[in-house]
Nanobody, 125 residues
Framework: QVQLVESGGGLVQAGGSLRLSCAAS????MGWFRQGPGKEREFVAA????????YYADSMKGRFTLSRDNTKNTVYLQMNSLKPEDTAVYSC??????????????????????WGQGTQVTVSS
């Protein structure tokens, strides 16, 4: 059974940093999404299963960075210069199979088959 477990969320002041982790039961391409209070879930970024390619939402570029350690089946989302509007529940998700490339289609929730339970990130002003 596929398991995705996020960790690393918490309370941070504006301008601070957090690193989220998503530990998977196996090797997957991984996407991150977030849902802020009263908002729809939005795409953050995705990283291919082998780490060779990443895709970011335009609004996340420059502040958020994805990486992975495949010896641990873990994906990391480094978030810098956090703003109060980054407050959200952050969830990782994985599609079935091993993809050859990633791009805009990975911003679609419908692509993903497995979801973690989410981790809360709160940025105070």
């Amino acid at each position: 059974q596929v398991q995705l477990v996020e960790s690393g969320g918490g309370l941070v002041q504006a301008g601070g940093s957090l690193r989220l982790s998503c530990a998977a039961s196996s090797l997957y391409t991984m996407g991150w999404f977030r849902q802020g209070p009263g908002k729809e879930r939005e795409f953050v970024a995705a990283i291919m299963w082998n780490g060779k390619s990443t895709y970011y939402a335009d609004s996340m570029k420059g502040r958020f960075t994805l990486s992975r350690d495949n010896t641990k089946n873990t994906v990391y989302l480094q978030m810098n210069s956090l703003k109060p509007e980054d407050t959200a529940v952050y969830s990782c998700a994985a599609p079935l199979g091993l993809q050859d490339a990633i791009g805009p289609v990975f911003s679609k929730e419908s692509l993903y088959d497995y979801w973690g339970q989410g981790t809360q990130v709160t940025v105070s002003s």
